[in-house]
Nanobody
Framework: QVQLVESGGGLVQPGGSLRLSCAAS????????LGWYRQAPGKQRELVAD??????TNYADSVKGRFTISRDNARSVSLQMNSLKPEDTAVYYC??????????????WGQGTQVTVSS
């Protein structure tokens, strides 16, 4: 099973920047994709960005041009967030899609890190 640990959240003023990082540990045959989701109070969890092992990226329309996802290595991913807006305030979760040692496809979630954009 893969475990994910996020870091880098915090409080930032509108227009500021933050960088989130996520590191995966544990046993897996292959991690196919790593991504970031977020959940604001009273709203459903939504995809922010993800990146495959082939470094193909996918972004939510609301963050295109402001956020950049990068895969530091096979087991870590970062999310650079620039020009932050109050509506980006949420708990951000790291996600991994992987194949376990038996070949089954599985999902894993981190514990979440709070991002608050406020003056």
């Amino acid at each position: 099973q893969v475990q994910l640990v996020e870091s880098g959240g915090g409080l930032v003023q509108p227009g500021g920047s933050l960088r989130l990082s996520c590191a995966a540990s544990g046993s897996a045959f292959r991690i196919n994709a790593l991504g970031w989701y977020r959940q604001a109070p009273g709203k459903q969890r939504e995809l922010v960005a993800d990146i495959t092992s082939g470094v193909r990226t996918n972004y939510a329309d609301s963050v295109k041009g402001r956020f950049t996802i990068s895969r530091d290595n096979a087991r870590s991913v970062s999310l650079q967030m620039n020009s932050l807006k109050p509506e980006d305030t949420a708990v951000y979760y790291c996600n991994a899609e992987y194949q376990d040692l038996g070949g089954s496809s599985r999902l894993s979630w981190g514990q979440g890190t709070q991002v608050t954009v406020s003056s």
